[in-house]
């Protein structure tokens, strides 16, 4: 006779290979990424499903949660680093991080997370890698979804600017030379022709979305555009605005097939702190 702890054990591991996978690109660790998964059903068992209408969206912001606090600690506790703790190349690792790095996920990636912080790799691994709303992330992480949004975009440009071949910046650089160019003319239809047309331009007050209404964005800051220079952020191009020999305003991109799909506007004395600004 199957009890109601036996259907939900069963709901439970058809949703564990998921759950891994996130566990792992979280914590770049199988060992680690199995005690996650445990602990989710744990706090499944105990909680039950009577409430729950999408089982496998509360099953993945729960290990969210778990990986969160797992990084925190790892960082509290002063672990080594990733690298450290990878297997050198003589070492064969284990049948299940074995089959979980054939799943599309490479050392140099997860080497690069674990350059990131725990609320950032949470935001970019959910999104970026298993399509979590932003919403949800947000309520993981206790903050807004502008924030949780930033926070990935943040962590997209460092995994980005790791590994951005030389022809990639040359490719950047172009086109935030033309939007530059641009928008110190008030070349409103400059600005169209380098903007994606679900541009977005974020900055700590809200959100600009579309290309007209962000070209109009730029056209109205010209003054700030002829004092503004290319620069790298995070490894990606950018522009950075220097007053004394400080940064006191970035404009990190996002770039698609020789277009620019998102503009973070960062002017916060504590975000920009986090930023490795380059001038080039």
């Known amino acids: 006779m199957t009890t109601d702890n036996d259907f939900l054990a069963e709901r439970f591991e058809a949703y564990r290979g998921h759950l891994r996978a996130v566990a792992y690109r979280m914590l770049?660790?199988?060992?680690?990424?199995?005690?996650?998964?445990?602990?989710?059903?744990?706090?499944?068992?105990?909680?039950?499903t009577g409430e729950v209408t999408n089982l496998g969206g509360w099953l993945t912001t729960v290990v969210g949660r778990v990986c969160l606090d797992m990084l925190r600690s790892r960082r509290t506790r002063g672990e080594e680093p990733l690298e450290s703790r990878l297997p050198a190349p003589s070492e064969e690792p284990d049948p299940a991080q074995r089959a979980l790095l054939a799943d599309s996920v490479g050392l140099a990636l997860l080497v690069v997370l674990d350059t990131l912080s725990p609320a950032e790799r949470l935001a970019f691994v959910l999104h970026d890698m298993f399509g979590v709303p932003f919403e949800e992330i947000a309520g993981v992480l206790g903050r807004t979804p502008a924030a949780a949004r930033q926070l990935a975009s943040r962590a997209r440009r460092r995994v980005r600017g790791v590994e951005a071949p030389e022809a990639d910046l040359a490719?950047?650089?172009r086109v935030v030379d033309a939007f530059l160019a641009a928008a110190r003319d008030g070349d409103f239809e400059g600005l169209l022709a380098v903007l994606d047309p679900d541009v977005e331009a974020r900055t700590e007050s809200g959100v600009n979305s579309g290309a007209a209404g962000v070209a109009a964005g730029a056209v109205?800051?010209?003054?700030?555009?002829?004092?503004?220079?290319?620069?790298?952020?995070?490894?990606?191009t950018g522009l950075a605005v220097f007053a004394d020999g400080q940064v006191t305003r970035v404009l990190a991109f996002g770039f698609a097939a020789d277009r620019i799909t998102e503009i973070d506007i960062v002017t916060d004395p504590s975000r920009l702190a986090e930023l490795t600004v380059e001038e080039v």
């Open 28 to 48: 770049g660790s199988a060992a680690e990424a199995e005690d996650a998964v445990q602990e989710a059903w744990v706090r499944l068992s105990r909680s039950g």
């Open 220 to 236: 109205s800051f010209a003054h700030l555009a002829r004092v503004a220079r290319p620069a790298l952020i995070d490894g990606v």
């Open 171 to 173: 490719r950047q650089r």
